[in-house]
């Protein structure tokens, strides 16, 4: 993994060396391992490099083809590089290096932008045309990798992280105002390409942008179609396509196993994170990974809390029991995240939703201690498969509304047994089932809006009221897969990579996601919805494919954690310096929090785990956030 950069002066300005390099200074801990620039006038392009594949020098970024026609910095890996590395060399292409980097190059220069639908991976790369003078910049479908970008019509410039584009004197650095008003009042994060910074934005996943004749064109390139229907649960299909998933999840955690470096695995004991673990674990068996990387026992490395609602353990060991992985354990504390925000806000660049950013934090630490570079980890199970509570709603909707009223009342009653979602949760939704339904949800929505209405400045409020901007998850929604789909893979998924990918970077790691695979991915949306809800279990698809994979007790794990803190305890314990921030008479955020209401109302805030906490949380980040870059 990598720190790219770039600068593309449209009105023929030379370019500063010293900006790029100052780009590419502030984005080290991204690639320690070596740097390099190329500078042609008005283009210039900065790589930090962290050597995964042929760390010779040959790797060096940014890379040319053989004639200097074609310049590439590039961040990420295209898991299929040898085969499209085979292909290309039938088709006349010569090789220098044994680096996917150099496959990137021969396949734009052979297949142009139709090169991205060739790749398996996890990319986010700019590739100047020095004959043509076009710069073609791309992000791979699913958004794991970042690109940042500023465009005035004049100057237009890249990064893998913000703060190396505020490193830019033509860039003003201001806050975001319409996406701080989203966020603190509906949580919502990384629902558009706006970033909480005015004027940079995001590229977004599945999207390229090219420059021609100095006019930008962006186009989205990859298309996704999902099946829409309920479907009629058959056992025996249930198997079948079972059995496909963890043959095509195979086959993704094999490539993703491709490293000339050591190779770890992240642990939290839930279904996704075992199911890779384990898969590892028979393909170390069956000789078919990387034993030189992955050792003759793999790494694993998890968050823990003395917390038992939260700690998972149990189920943790239950799998290294099973594999006989060698395990590694963090235990975070409030008192370190006290400690350690600022830095953690350095950074993760933006305001985020929640202390669990800090254990993967955690996570990510302890692996590079234990020598790890490449983690795999579980980030897009749940968003693919159903797995968490707002989806079982959308599925009891889009039942309702077709008329499915047998399969309806089946999957409510399977729901007292399971308890794979929480009983009491869907009790508080519907007291009454029906119509209904859509209108309660919103009110729940509006219920816990209200809360973050008490913590905005009035002024700021009215403004953006005024505009009426509605950003607030369809919960309701009447399809399980567009559900999936709009607010899993398009939204939350994007925000959860975001997080992974600064977190890991901050040590100098690579983390790749299986989950994702587009082969997996498309499949999965392939598929009915009744095969990833079924019976009131959750990821029906994966718990039924991984019977020989899974001991039953994770197989068939009831509740759902996901990275869960003692976030409300840790506020509790640090009153004193949550009271002290809002009472500083250089509070930064005064334009958009009212500090009085808040301190007003902290206890209430702080007697009420999840709901109210969550509202205060946002606020201190929102203010620390400001602190560190303004």
């Known amino acids: ?116 639908n060739k790749f398996n991976g996890m990319w986010a790369f700019a590739i100047w045309n020095n004959q043509t003078k076009e710069l073609f910049c791309a992000r791979d479908r699913f958004g794991v990798k970042p690109f940042y970008y500023f465009f005035d019509g004049k100057q237009f410039a890249f990064a893998s992280e913000i703060k190396a584009l505020l490193c830019c004197p033509f860039i003003k650095k201001e806050p975001n105002d319409e996406v701080i008003y989203n966020y603190l009042l509906y949580n919502r994060l990384d629902y558009s390409d706006q970033t909480f910074f005015c004027n940079i934005k995001q590229l977004r996943q599945g999207h390229y942008l090219h420059f021609q004749k100095n006019l930008l ?51 939290s004991g839930g279904l996704d994170s075992s199911t890779i673990v384990c898969l590892i674990n028979q393909l170390l068996r069956e000789n078919g990974a990387n034993n030189k990387q992955i050792g003759a026992r793999q790494k694993t490395f998890s968050a823990c809390f003395e917390d038992p609602k939260i700690d998972e353990r149990k189920y943790i060991e239950s799998i290294i029991q099973y594999t006989g992985a060698e395990s590694h354990y963090v235990f975070p504390s409030g008192e370190k995240l006290w400690q350690e925000i600022n830095d953690l806000i350095w950074y993760q660049e933006e305001p985020f939703g929640s202390t669990s950013i800090y254990a993967q934090w955690n996570v990510m630490r302890l692996a590079k201690q234990n020598k790890a570079t490449v983690l795999l980890d579980g980030q897009g199970g749940d968003e693919t498969l159903a797995g968490y509570p707002g989806y079982f709603i959308s599925y009891l909707n889009q039942l309702f509304f077709e008329g499915r009223l047998a399969t309806l009342l089946q999957e409510l009653f399977s729901q007292k047994k399971t308890l794979v979602f929480s009983i009491n949760q869907i009790k508080r939704l519907f007291s009454k089932f029906g119509y209904r339904l859509p209108l309660k949800l919103r009110a729940l929505s509006e219920y816990y809006q209200k809360k973050a209405l008490k913590v905005m400045n009035p002024f700021f409020l009215k403004q953006y009221q005024s505009k009426k901007i509605s950003r607030t998850r369809s919960w309701y929604r009447l399809n399980l897969q567009q559900e999936l789909w709009e607010s899993g893979m398009n939204s939350g998924l994007q925000t959860l990579f975001k997080y992974e990918d600064k977190n890991s970077m901050a040590f100098s790691l690579e983390t790749r996601v299986p989950f994702v695979d587009y082969r997996l991915v498309e499949f999965v949306f392939s598929l009915p919805a009744c095969y990833k809800i079924h019976r009131g279990w959750s990821k029906y698809l994966l718990r039924v494919g991984a019977k020989n994979l899974l001991p039953t007790k994770i197989r068939w794990r009831k509740d759902k954690l996901g990275f869960a803190t003692p976030e409300n305890m840790w506020l509790c314990n640090n009153k004193e310096g949550i009271e002290q921030i809002f009472k500083s008479t250089h509070f930064k955020a005064k334009n958009y929090l009212n500090p009085q209401s808040i301190l007003t109302n902290l206890d209430s805030y702080l007697s009420h785990p999840n709901s109210e906490s969550s509202i205060l949380w946002r606020s201190i980040n929102l203010e620390l956030w400001l602190q560190k870059f303004f």
């Open 1 to 116: 993994m990598c720190g790219i950069a770039g600068i593309y002066n449209l009105n023929d300005e030379i370019i500063a060396p010293s900006i790029l390099k100052s780009m590419i200074k502030i984005q080290k801990h991204r690639g320690p391992d070596d740097e390099g620039f190329y500078i042609n006038n008005n283009i210039g392009l900065g790589h930090a490099r962290l050597a995964i594949i042929d760390l010779s020098v040959a790797g060096h970024q940014p890379m040319t083809n053989e004639n200097g026609d074609l310049w590439i910095t590039y961040n990420g890996e295209i898991y299929n590089f040898l085969e499209l590395r085979f292909e290309l060399k039938k088709l006349g292409h010569v090789f220098r290096s044994n680096t996917d980097t150099e496959v990137i190059i021969h396949a734009y220069e052979q297949w142009g932008k139709e090169c991205l």
């Open 217 to 267: 064109e962006l186009n989205k390139y990859y298309i996704f179609v999902f099946n829409s229907q309920v479907g009629q649960f058959r056992e025996t299909v249930a198997k079948e396509v079972g059995q496909k998933f963890i043959d095509l999840l195979k086959d993704s955690v094999k490539l993703r196993l491709q490293s000339d470096v050591p190779v770890g695995s992240c642990l």
